[in-house]
């Protein structure tokens, strides 16, 4: 007798349900079997026939992530959203007919689809569509469908290094439809960025935008065929301060410091090992930098390797610059050339502001030589009375002569010290200057 309740409650309740499940399946069955009735072929376009318009198809494209973008292969790869839309007019059903049912899924064997392929891809099979045999696709209860997909594109992309590291790039992705001419299908871009994911790396998606545009198909026989194409512009800029950190930053330093070379004193014996040591330095970190420079062509030169080189060449010029000054003041003898004399023991001295920083010191030690000189030879009359008159002759000829050659060699040598450092100067003028002339024009080469 127990049973009896439990039996009904359950029969009462599977008869509920039961009666709810049949009616979503006869409806969905109904549903597929009203949509994909004998008159339904989808290798028809979905348009009416007393009035054929072209089908619109609209792609969506929404960044996520920039993966890699290579300068020697001239390519980008982007991490994309997808989406594909347009109307089919045979496939609208009324939802209350149908238990409320507003969208199905099918597969795209099913129904007709629009062949969009990517036209500048990066890939080995080119022309490969992004509808394919496998996917599926929305299909909602006002005739709309949609494709959405999370593709991995990888696009063939100008890029153009001359202004590394503060370039800017413009890639495009061409999406065209060849299976069906502009008078068939159009196509419609639609572009977003408000979900990428900065992921910071040394590049930048600032914008991306998208344009219709009409392609004339250049191999027709039959006449002229006119495609729709679809351009998404991806515009990419580089952050420069990894490399400016890293690269131009310690060359510029080195640079710099090969200029001290020209404040060092003539006689200071390590102004040339100092300036080869510079030299070395830089063409090791010249070799080690070269790895993050972008690999391009002759005639497409990144204005940073332009820079490094400039830094290397300025460098080079400083070491031959105090070889040569070092050479006028190592040379023994007086300078003889009247013009030389006039021009760099004259003009220029007061010009530059040289002067000796030992001139009245040496002065000095000449005068006192002199005295010295003189005191030893009265002192030495006075010892050597018993000496005859011809020695005593002879050993004042002596003294004066080697008073005169102590001054002579004191004087030549303070001439060459205030032409070199007249040449120390020179050149660090000459020098500088070019350098600062040379990076004011690269910079200005980036606005």
Not at 7 to 34: K, P, Y
Not at 198 to 225: C, E, H, M
């Amino acid at each position: 007798m127990m049973l009896l309740p439990l039996i009904s409650t359950f029969a009462i309740i599977s008869s509920i349900f039961g009666f709810d499940v049949i009616n979503a399946e006869t409806s969905e069955e109904r549903l597929f079997q009203g949509l994909f009735n004998k008159t339904y072929d989808k290798r028809q376009r979905p348009v009416n026939t007393s009035h054929p318009t072209p089908v619109e198809v609209t792609i969506y494209l929404s960044v996520q992530a920039l993966q890699n973008v290579n300068e020697r292969l001239q390519m980008i790869t982007t991490i994309s959203w997808v989406t594909l839309e347009w109307t089919d007019y045979r496939l609208t059903w009324d939802p209350v007919l149908f238990g409320g049912a507003t969208r199905i899924s099918l597969p795209t064997n099913d129904l007709w689809t629009p062949r969009i392929v990517l036209e500048n891809s990066a890939n080995r099979k080119v022309n490969i569509p992004l509808l394919d045999e496998f996917s599926r696709v929305l299909v909602g209860s006002d005739g709309i469908i949609l494709y959405d997909s999370a593709e991995t594109i990888s696009s063939l992309c100008s890029v153009d290094v001359a202004d590394f590291p503060f370039d800017q790039q413009n890639c495009s992705l061409h999406f065209t439809n060849l299976a069906n001419s502009i008078e068939l299908v159009t196509l419609k871009p639609v572009a977003e960025l408000h979900d990428y994911q900065y992921d910071k790396t040394q590049w930048q998606i600032v914008n991306v935008t998208g344009r219709a545009t009409i392609f004339k198909y250049p191999y027709s026989v039959s006449g002229d065929l006119f495609y729709s194409y679809v351009h998404f512009e991806i515009i990419l800029r580089r952050l420069p301060l990894y490399h400016l950190t890293n690269s131009a930053l310690p060359s510029t330093i080195l640079t710099l410091l090969a200029f001290t070379v020209f404040l060092m004193p003539p006689e200071c014996s390590e102004k040339i090992s100092l300036a080869i040591s510079i030299l070395l330095g830089l063409t090791v970190f010249q070799l080690v930098v070269s790895d993050t420079l972008p690999e391009t062509g002759f005639g497409d030169q990144p204005l940073l390797g332009i820079y490094l080189r400039m830094n290397f060449a300025i460098v080079a010029i400083t070491l031959f610059c105090t070889t040569l000054s070092m050479s006028v003041y190592s040379q023994p003898g007086p300078v003889k050339n009247r013009l030389v004399r006039n021009v760099f023991l004259k003009l220029l001295p007061v010009v530059l502001l040289v002067r000796h920083p030992r001139a009245d010191a040496i002065e000095k030690e000449m005068k006192s030589s002199l005295v010295i000189a003189e005191t030893e030879f009265c002192a030495e009359e006075e010892d050597k009375n018993n000496i005859s008159r011809e020695i005593q002759e002879a050993t004042k000829c002596l003294q004066s002569d080697k008073s005169n050659i102590l001054i002579d060699s004191k004087t030549w040598r303070q001439e060459r010290w205030v032409i070199t450092v007249v040449l120390d100067r020179i050149f660090f003028i000459l020098t500088s200057t070019v350098y600062l002339l040379t990076t004011i024009v690269l910079v200005s080469r980036i606005f």
